[in-house]
C-alpha cells in the first residue's frame, strides 16, 4: 500500500512539473497558457517554475488573441533590432552600389524574426553584412537552411570545418584518403559529424579522385599537386570532398578560412600526411625555379 501511494505521489509530482513547465515556455514563447474556457495561465518564475508561481487571469478569446499577437511581436521586434544592431557593428569596407534584392530581404526578415539564439543571430548579421557588400553572394536557399538549423547543427558543422582546405575555385572541401564518403579515414576523424553535414546538404557525399593538375590553396598560397613524372589527370591515391553551395555559404558566414584558428592542428596534420605519399609544389616554388 506504502510503495502504491509512494509511486502515485511520485506520478503526480512529475505531471505537475511538467504542467508547470509546459506553462513557463509557453508564458515565454507566446505570453501564457490559453484554455478554451477564457482562462490564461502565466508562469511568474521562468521555466523553472513550479504550481505556485503562475497567475491565471480571465479574457475573451478577442483579448486573449491580441495578447498573444502583441506578446510574439515584441518578441520578433527585439530579435530583429538585436540582429541589426550586430549588422551595425561588423559593417566595414566598401558598400557596392548594387542593391540587395527585394525578394532577398524580406526572405531575411520573415526569418530572422524568430531567431533568438545569439550565436545563430551573429550569423543571421553575417548574413545581412555579406549581401550588403556582395549582393547575391547569399542565396535565398542558404536563408531557409538557416532559418531550420539548430545551434549545435553549426557547432558540429565547426567541428568539420577544421579540416577545410580552399580549392582553386575558391570554394572549400576536405582532404580523404578512402574513396567512400562514411569509410573510417586515418586523415579525417569526425566522421559520425560528417555524415549528418552530407544527410543536411553541407558537404556531398560524392568524392572526387585527386589528381596530378591539380591546385588548391594552403597557409594563403596556391598549391599544385605534381607527382613525379606522372601526366596530368593520374590519381594519386587520395580524394576531396566538396562543400556544396549552401556549405560554402554558411562556411563563409562562420568566417571561413579566417575564421579558423591560425596554425589550425587538424589542417596541419593532413597536410603532413598528404606530403609523405605525393608530391606538392607551391607556387612561390614554381616561381622560384622558374626564375
Not at 75 to 100: D, T, Y
Request: charged fraction near 20%; include cysteine; charge should be neutral.
Amino acid at each position: 500500500m506504502y510503495n502504491t501511494t509512494s509511486k502515485q505521489r511520485t506520478h503526480q509530482q512529475q505531471r505537475a512539473g511538467a504542467w508547470s513547465k509546459l506553462v513557463a515556455l509557453c508564458t515565454k514563447t507566446v505570453g501564457g497558457y490559453y484554455r478554451s474556457n477564457g482562462t490564461v495561465v502565466r508562469s511568474t518564475n521562468g521555466i523553472q517554475a513550479n504550481h505556485e508561481d503562475s497567475n491565471v487571469d480571465f479574457a475573451s478569446l478577442n483579448d486573449r488573441t491580441h495578447a498573444r499577437v502583441r506578446h510574439q511581436e515584441t518578441l520578433r521586434q527585439e530579435n530583429i533590432e538585436s540582429v541589426l544592431s550586430m549588422v551595425s557593428e561588423k559593417l566595414s569596407g566598401q558598400i557596392v552600389s548594387r542593391e540587395v534584392d527585394d525578394d532577398w530581404s524580406n526572405a531575411f526578415f520573415n526569418y530572422v524574426q524568430d531567431i533568438s539564439n545569439k550565436t545563430m543571430q551573429s550569423l543571421w548579421a553575417n548574413a545581412m553584412v555579406c549581401e550588403l557588400q556582395h549582393p547575391g553572394a547569399i542565396s535565398k536557399r542558404t536563408l531557409g537552411f538557416l532559418h531550420n538549423c539548430d545551434a549545435w547543427e553549426i557547432s558540429a558543422f565547426r567541428k568539420v570545418t577544421a579540416y577545410a582546405f580552399t580549392g582553386s575555385n575558391g570554394h572549400p572541401f576536405i582532404f580523404r584518403s578512402v574513396k567512400h564518403a562514411h569509410e573510417d579515414d586515418v586523415i579525417f576523424e569526425e566522421s559520425r559529424l560528417l555524415s549528418h553535414c552530407i544527410n543536411a546538404g553541407l558537404i556531398t557525399a560524392e568524392l572526387k579522385p585527386l589528381t596530378v593538375g591539380d591546385s588548391f590553396f594552403y597557409m594563403n598560397e596556391r598549391q599544385k599537386i605534381n607527382h613525379g613524372f606522372s601526366a596530368p589527370g593520374t590519381e594519386v591515391g587520395f580524394y576531396l570532398q566538396a562543400y556544396t553551395k549552401i556549405g560554402s555559404d554558411v562556411f563563409k558566414l562562420m568566417g571561413g578560412m579566417d575564421g579558423l584558428k591560425k596554425g589550425n592542428l587538424q589542417r596541419r596534420l593532413v597536410w603532413e600526411y598528404i606530403l609523405d605519399f605525393i608530391e606538392i609544389e607551391s607556387e612561390q616554388s614554381v616561381m622560384t625555379a622558374t626564375a
